[in-house]
């Protein structure tokens, strides 16, 4: 509820997985947490490096996402994964 109104949790996710509420959510993500931490990677080193994904740096996401499955996906192995990325290290400053 919000309020006194009624909150509609239900959606549909784009693999046509429906949901309707955040246990079914959980849920979905867990059954592909390989395509979920995959999306995080990219994510996050668009967010680290200050540009877009380009093809070229696929190579770079699929290692960090293959270095963190033994750990169970946890987020720490997600940043340190992106942090050792010759993609953010030798990122360079933009002009403003």
Do not use: C, N, W
């Not at 959606?11 to 059954?31: I, N, W």
């Not at 390989?34 to 680290?48: G, P, R, S």
């Amino acid at each position: 509820m919000d309020g006194r109104a009624a909150i509609d949790a239900s959606s549909q996710l784009a693999d046509g997985t429906k949901v309707d509420g955040p246990d079914s959510l959980r849920r979905a993500l867990l059954a592909r947490s390989d395509v979920f931490v995959t999306v995080m990677a990219e994510k996050l080193l668009t967010y680290a490096t200050g540009r877009a994904m380009r093809p070229e740096d696929m190579p770079a996401v699929r290692e960090v996402v293959g270095a963190m499955a033994p750990g169970g996906y946890r987020f720490s192995s997600l940043v340190l994964g992106v942090v050792k990325t010759p993609q953010f290290q030798m990122r360079t400053k933009t002009r403003s």
